[in-house]
């Protein structure tokens, strides 16, 4: 007899034996057992997952005369004709036959009864690569097939069948089968076959299996027949993987931070021949075990390596941090996109190593959390007064001989942590800061020009200087010789002086401009004043015997700021700074008139010094 492939030889003759797909085979079992089996099935999920066994499976249960718990006896006479080839079930590979000739034929045969049979089942394989025209000439066929017709649909793409032919089949989804259940299905056929092997060497096949049960039994059979005892060593030969050690001394020196190791190692298994693709593949597992081996109790369950790859792992996942981890994976999982678009492929592949390895020249956030990381560490470190000997040192790696680099948590501290002090000042305690003196606002509220501003100066140049004579009436101002202390305003003189509660004193030498200016500072530290701020920046600053006048030329500005709302607020910030006596005006037509016609007589004549007296 010729020899079959495991995953033919194997193949599930019961739903009993099938792997995982429970809700499936409670679907089909109790519609056999309550006789109410459909007319059209769609079977959709990854490769390898049981649809085409379940579906002959089915076949013959539903002709079965003695069915056993939902499966075919296998014994009755229809069992045994099935079971050697009957017309009665069709299988049509659809990827081959997709055209509507095909279909017109299973339309015009579907019609002749079951030779021996009570269904006649049509199992139709990768049914998606039917064209469009098949697909409509097996429409109707399928929406009202004859009473002993079943139509059974497999394939791994459901989004490319129309949405005609869907809404008329009962569709089962299958899954991908755990690791778990691989594991122990292949571990039985070994058992069952007489061949030794190494449960280590089985999970690392169910795991390359990734869910699929004959894609796991295919690879089983290369194994098989690499060596008479299946190991781990020979399963990682014939994936083609390299070697653990070399792996585990990129990862390591990766995660410390050693450049040169990193290079070296890549370099070592480049050199002996091993693809790109399958290095990199290898690094991201071998970073997805130390995740696990970090962040997992039972990890050494989980994993299901031998015991010294795990020590090695489990070293290497304590001298790193979680972060440098999740860093490095997903470094290398964008360059796993970016190798099929590659030129240099290679290049690419140490370009994401260096940058793994060298966290302190990226830039990158996941960088600058690794590094805070380690500084964590190395601050954690010397607080509890822990020698730097006795921090995790990476152990020399046993398969590969070589002295390890030293790790990021090893190299000397980047700064000095500051001496802990023995008892935290309570907040309440400590004494509130100095306010700062921020000096006269950035910007000065526009004053009206002062016309007479020369003779100004020079009267009280001449009244402040050495051995002079009592100042006299200037160009607009006369100075009483006799004050009475009890004005608050004298006639002619400056405003008295004051002290506010903010500093900001007014002094008798204040001249209306000065008052003004200080009044602003005081207003602009009040709270809820910043309209009236806004309002007061435009006006302009005189006096009129002993009353401040602030005159503007927009009459709303005026009525606004002697409005009930922002009048008590002016007045009481005069008050303080010893003003009482102030008045907002609105300047006269007459006095805007001028003012324009002053401004436009010093712009024409420019170049010349105009004093208006």
Same mark, same amino acid.
């Given at each position: 007899m010729a020899h079959l492939a495991?995953?033919?030889k194997f193949r599930p003759a019961t739903f009993d034996a099938i792997v995982r797909q429970e809700h499936v085979v409670r679907v089909l079992v109790n519609q056999i057992e309550r006789g109410e089996v459909g007319h059209a099935y769609l079977f959709t999920g990854p490769r390898g997952t049981g649809k085409t066994s379940v579906a002959r499976i089915f076949a013959r249960a539903i002709n079965c005369e003695h069915p056993v718990n939902g499966s075919p006896c296998g014994k009755c006479a229809t069992c045994l004709a099935l079971a050697g080839g009957s017309l009665d079930i069709v299988e049509i590979d659809a990827a081959s036959n997709n055209g509507v000739n095909e279909m017109r034929d299973l339309r015009e045969k579907v019609q002749y009864p079951p030779v021996s049979c009570r269904y006649k089942v049509y199992i139709i394989d990768e049914v998606h690569m039917l064209t469009d025209s098949a697909f409509n000439a097996l429409l109707k066929t399928?929406?009202?097939p004859p009473a002993h017709a079943v139509f059974i649909l497999a394939t791994t793409e459901p989004h490319k069948i129309p949405a005609t032919i869907l809404s008329r089949c009962m569709r089962l989804d299958f899954k991908l089968i755990p690791e778990e259940d691989l594991e122990k299905h292949l571990a039985g056929i070994l058992d069952e076959m007489g061949r030794a092997y190494e449960p280590e060497a089985v999970a690392a096949i169910a795991r390359a299996g990734a869910g699929s049960d004959r894609d796991m039994l295919s690879i089983a059979e290369m194994c098989l027949a690499y060596g008479d005892k299946l190991t781990y060593a020979g399963v990682t030969g014939v994936l083609g993987s390299a070697d653990f050690a070399t792996n585990a001394?990129?990862?390591?020196?990766?995660?410390?931070?050693d450049l040169g190791?990193?290079?070296?190692?890549a370099e070592r298994v480049l050199g002996e021949g091993k693809g790109v693709g399958v290095v990199l593949r290898d690094l991201m597992e071998l970073l997805n075990r130390v995740a696990v081996a970090k962040s997992c109790p039972n990890a050494e369950k989980l994993l299901s390596l031998p015991k010294e790859m795990f020590s090695e792992i489990k070293r290497i996942s304590d001298g790193a941090d979680g972060a440098a981890i999740l860093r490095a994976t997903d470094i290398l999982v964008g360059v796993e996109a970016e190798l099929r678009f590659a !030129?240099? #492929? /290679?290049?690419?592949l140490e370009t994401a190593l260096l940058r793994i390895a060298m966290p302190r020249e990226d830039r990158d956030t996941d960088a600058l959390l690794a590094r805070i990381a380690v500084l964590e560490r190395q601050v954690a470190a010397l607080s509890s007064g822990a020698p730097r000997a006795a921090a995790a040192k990476p152990a020399p790696s046993a398969a590969s001989g070589e002295e390890p680099a030293p790790r990021a948590a090893d190299l000397p501290p980047v700064c000095e942590p500051a001496p802990k002090k023995k008892s935290a000042p309570v907040f309440d305690e400590l004494p509130p800061p100095p306010e700062p003196d921020w000096g006269a606002p950035p910007w000065e509220p526009y004053y009206a020009p002062d016309l007479d501003a020369a003779p100004k100066r020079a009267a009280r140049a001449a009244a402040e200087a050495p051995g !002079?004579? #009592? /100042?006299?009436a200037g160009a607009d101002f006369t100075v009483s010789e006799s004050v009475k202390p009890e004005d608050p305003f004298p006639k002619g003189g400056p405003?008295?002086?004051a002290a506010s509660s903010d500093g900001a004193t007014v002094s008798g030498d204040d001249s209306p401009e000065v008052v003004f200016g200080k009044f602003l500072r005081r207003l602009r530290k009040l709270p809820k004043s910043g309209v009236v701020y806004t309002l007061c920046r435009d006006l302009a600053a005189s006096r009129e015997g002993d009353t401040l006048v602030l005159t503007t030329d927009v009459r709303t500005v005026a009525d606004t700021l002697n409005?009930?709302?922002h009048a008590p607020i002016m007045r009481e910030v005069f008050a303080e700074m010893g003003v009482e006596k102030f008045e907002v005006r609105y300047a006269s037509e007459e006095r805007r008139d001028e003012k324009a016609g002053l401004e436009q007589l010093k712009k024409d004549f420019s170049d010349y010094p105009i004093d208006i007296k």
């Open positions: 495991l995953y033919r399928l929406e009202e001394a990129i990862v390591s020196a990766m995660l410390s931070a190791g990193t290079l070296s190692a !030129s240099s #492929p /290679r290049i690419s !002079s004579a #009592p /100042r006299r405003l008295p002086a409005g009930e709302r």
